[in-house]
């Protein structure tokens, strides 16, 4: 018997040798089991190459699963809360999956490759839920993380870039569509999705063309700003977005020790993608019970005064004068885009309701003192940044 | 003649413990030990030239923190290291690691099931709900049920409002957890028979019970809620052995002004009208003390160190009747050099962690098997450990010292007691085990120290070597620890008290029924309290 031994070191992404070229800062941090870089130059630039013409992050480490089999379609729809039925092949859609009380395991995309075949992508990983949410249906469930290098591509001139790699037809991709190309004699899949809330793609390839398809996408980017980036832009970027990080705004329920730390859908503001008119999908019965009787939670989007960040603030309410803590912030940044002083929140219910007026105690330190201050804060609807440009379709030319 | 203000029986870790805390509250305490070292069962014991022996006890990790910083144990010279990972070699070749990186145990246990892998965050979640529903007790005195009075009532409040916090479905969770076996606990959420074989093991140490026994499941609960430094479930070595552990708890004793006296066993606990007088030594010489403390097990305070005539009849027989049962022993062994296991890789750092050769849940129960036919397991579990790859004041530079931790071994063979013969055949049976998987093992050993249950009493004192003073099963945990009525750490004889492991929260180089033992008794005193209060763990 052969034994492949663990690998002990941090595991490489396939772009890793081109990453490590363009690394100054030497900034790297673990997620799952890969090296993923904070940033390679300076945070700052790398974030307006999101905003202002094309960044790459690297999304290999992301959790993928390849779900086919004759009864994928039933599975992927009883295992979300969303109608899968109306996410047709060659479209992407996001969604939720929650345990049997309601409470979410995790967010993800879900492609939907082809008849039958769907790709998942999530923060965590699920094999041993994916494999017991199958019990009674014919599917195949395996995971695909290292067999698939994945980019993403997000920017406005990001459009351009794919166009100027070669990529004919790209123009016709709509947002959460998905479209294959060829290149150099393999499968490219690029779908238009993205954790920026900007235009921008993703490119999926076999990691054996990596580090070809790095080196043409900078070589086709090179006179429209192409910048590699790492988390810390990302993570700006998608605040600004108003998108969710399992582990910051909600909890994975599975790997929740306290009571009362998981959510449900309608509590971190997806209840738009639980469909009651499904009868049957998990956490159903819990899900109905919790639409009849109110939530505990929910989530917030605060736009706040001034402009000290307020990460790790308790929200408040001030009635009469007086404060009284509700809950608080789980995402927070400056938006140099938006110049809003923006966050993520859970809140107490009825508290936060669009329009609703919070507090939030922000602490801040300049040079060793530190000072506290309570901001004001208005619960928003929209996220802060979604350009018109994310959606449109051909895509301008920026 | 003078009178102690306390005599407390046992310089094991618990005896010291609460000794250092009477002292610490101004008593004039003084401790007995019948052997000419201290430590009990938490010794190091130099048996073979220049070599240190964690004899009994060989890691640490239950020790509560709260008592390491009330009693400046790192002042007295402790120092506690994490050890990194364990193995359990397979039989047909290849190994199961487990990792302290979390994403390198996950691509570990992928190797073997990426359903087990996943699945491992779940039962780490489970595990760590229930770990802290129970480590919130340890430095507790159990509420007594039956009682009306105002501090019982509290704690009653206290149990049921950490129940119910749990919310409704975890305390479904709770009561299963409390009652099934280790085996069911882990069907629940893995398929790889070697990832069971190594997780169940903490189901059984020191428990006469098998993996397939309804109440494992509290036991592997009872080895995880430890810590080294907030990392909870890591288990680390004492820095000189575990005997460091005593000596830091008795330099803290003899600091706060307590009197500590080896080579005075204890023959008798002296009774005088209804009253405890002291105690008298197996050289004759009586000491008297107002108050009495044990720190040996129930059945060795009780039975053998006590008048009957001095003690409640129904008292009396349910301490007969308590389980401590025999079920481990022991295998201690100084190494010429650093012996080689071939199926892991060079320099791996999983020969920094415990070994087991062990690879299936029938193994551990046919190993359970041997011991209810009245024998010593022919195919043990073994835990293994080699301190000395990370502590260099155990050996000599080059040498090494070796702790091997055996399960099953019977207090007794078929009912009557051990031939020289068959411990060393006992002995024999480890030591070819882990030659199996150490081509070199058997030509390093120097020499080697084989404990059955019987060495084990003789030596600690612990009734028929178990090492916990008793089972850790439902039915002698919490407030039926020791028994039913009792478990608050007064004994039924006015003046004398239980801190042994006998009482809650029970053993594993805790200390906290020694600390608890010396909150009551600073209560019934009326003075000052010195035992800290537990860490919030919210």
Known sequence: MTIQEVQLDRKKSPFYSRQAKLDRLNQWHEWKGYSSADAFYNAELEYFAIRNSTAVFDLTPMTK????????????????????????????????????????????????LMEGEYRLCSQERHMEWLTAAAIGLDVNIKEETADIAALAVQGPTSYSVLKNLGLDGV??????????????????????????????????????????????????????????????ALEQSRIEAGYLAAYEDFLPA????????????????????????????????????????????????????????????????????????????????WSPICKHNIAIGTVRTPNGKVGDTLWVEI???????????????????????????????????? | MKTYDAIVVGAGHNGLTNAAFLAKAGLDVLCVEKNEYIGGATVSRNLYKDWIYSNASYVCSLLRPEIFRALELSRHGLQI?????????????????????????????SRFSKNDADAYERFSADTMRQCRFVRDFLLRTPADPTSFKPKDLKRLAHLGSKFFEMGEDRMYDTIRFWTMSVAEYLDEYFETDVIKAALSGSGIIGTALGIHSPGTAYVLLHHYMGEVDGNMGAWGFARGGMGAVAEAIAGAFQAYGGELRRDAGVEQILVKRGKVKGVALTNGEEIDARIVVSGMDVKRTFLKCMDKKDLPADFY????????????????????????????????????GDMHFIDSMERMERAYDDWKEGTWSKDPYVDMVIPTVSDPTMAPPGKHFMSCFVQYCPAKINGREWKPEEREAF????????????????????????????????????????????????????????????????????????????????????AAPGANAAREILFDLSRSNTVPETFGDD
């Open chain 1, 65 to 112: 699963y390849r779900i086919t089999g004759p009864d994928s379609l039933d599975y992927i729809d009883r295992l979300v809360t969303r109608d899968m039925r109306k996410i047709k092949p060659g479209r992407v859609a996001y969604a939720v999956w929650c345990d049997d009380q309601g409470q979410v395991i995790d967010d993800g995309t879900i492609f939907h």
């Open chain 1, 363 to 398: 602490y801040y330190q300049r040079e060793m003192h530190w000072t506290r201050l309570m901001a004001k804060a208005e619960v928003v609807g929209k996220p802060f940044w979604d350009p018109e440009r994310r959606r449109v379709t051909p895509p301008g030319v920026y």
């Open chain 2, 81 to 109: 290291t994490p050890y990194g990972g364990g193995t359990v070699f397979m039989q047909k070749g290849g190994y199961l690691g487990s990792y302290p990186d979390h994403d390198v145990h996950h691509r570990e246990y």
């Open chain 2, 427 to 510: 002995g024999q049976t480890v030591i070819d085990q882990i030659a199996e998987y150490s081509p070199d093992f058997k030509d390093l050993i120097l020499h080697v120290e084989v404990r059955t249950p019987k060495e084990i009493e003789d030596e600690a004192g612990l009734t028929e070597g178990n090492i916990f003073h008793g089972e850790l099963t439902m039915d002698q945990l919490m407030f039926n620890r020791p028994v039913p009525g009792y478990a608050q750490y007064r004994a039924p004889v006015a003046g004398l008290y239980m801190c042994g492991s006998s009482t809650h929260p029970g053993g594993g180089v805790i």
């Open chain 1, 171 to 232: 123009e016709n991709l709509k947002l959460f569509g998905l479209m294959d190309f060829d290149f150099e004699g393999t499968n490219l899949m690029v779908s238009r999705t993205g954790y920026t809330g900007d235009l921008g793609y993703e490119l999926w390839i076999d990691p054996s063309k990596a580090e070809a398809l790095w080196d043409a996408l900078f070589e086709a980017g090179t006179n429209y700003g192409i910048m590699a980036i790492g988390t810390t």
């Open chain 2, 317 to 352: 027989h349910r301490v007969e009747n308590f389980k401590i049962r025999g079920s481990s022993g022991k295998l201690n062994i100084a190494l010429d050099g650093m012996p080689s296991f071939p199926a892991l890789p060079k320099g791996s750092p999983l020969l920094d």
């Open chain 1, 254 to 333: 599975l790997a929740t020790v306290r009571t009362g730390r998981s959510r449900s859908p309608f509590e971190i503001g997806l209840g738009w993608l639980v469909d009651f008119k499904k009868p049957n999908f998990n956490g159903r019965r819990a899900l109905a019970r919790e639409k009849r009787s109110g939530s505990t939670w929910r989530l917030v989007k605060l736009d706040i005064e001034g402009n000290k960040p307020a990460s790790h603030s308790y929200i408040y309410t001030k009635k009469y004068g007086r404060f009284r803590q509700v809950g608080f912030v789980t995402s927070a940044a």
